[in-house]
């Protein structure tokens, strides 16, 4: 557990300095910088977010209480801070709409990388043939995180 939530608490942190370099106007911006940050995630911390996927029946099973807790409280307070200073800059778009858009782009990112690329083993492609298994994590995370975000934007 804890690789995953500092690994995560890491990602979230560097969001945070990327959003004080800029300026979000409107929902657009904030659109903008979201997926930006979804390419960072896609590139750099996918491991974390696939390790993830094996916290409720694997990791959670050794991980101490109290330690996952902090971890994960860290990283609200991140995200909570990120919240605070998009609504400051945009109002319309509220704090905890930017809170729970990081579970959905990460549950986003999760899902492509645990069913995407059927078609490989241990990364050697089977002999069947399967082009509609074939994926770029990013652009269908980027699109699928696109769609909900106009959406709650």
């Known amino acids: 557990m804890a690789i995953t939530l500092s690994g995560y608490l890491r990602y979230s942190e560097l969001v945070e300095k990327a959003l004080e370099k800029v300026v979000l106007n409107n929902a ?36 101490d209480p109290q330690q996952t807790e902090c971890g994960r409280a860290r990283i609200y307070e991140v995200h909570k801070r990120i919240g605070i200073s998009i609504n400051a800059q945009v109002p319309t778009i509220s704090v905890e709409s930017i809170i729970h858009a990081f579970m959905i782009q990460s549950a986003i990112l999760n899902g492509i990388i645990n069913l995407g690329n059927m078609e490989k083993f241990r990364d050697e492609v089977f002999d069947t043939v399967m082009p509609g298994y074939q ?7 980027s699109h699928l995180f696109g769609l909900y975000l106009d959406d709650i934007l």
């Open 28 to 63: 657009a911006d904030v659109k903008a910088f979201f997926l930006i940050q979804t390419k960072l995630m896609v590139e750099d911390f996918a491991i974390i977010i696939w390790f993830n996927s094996l916290r409720r029946f694997t990791l959670e099973a050794h991980a």
């Open 135 to 141: 994926i770029d994590s990013y652009q269908e995370t």
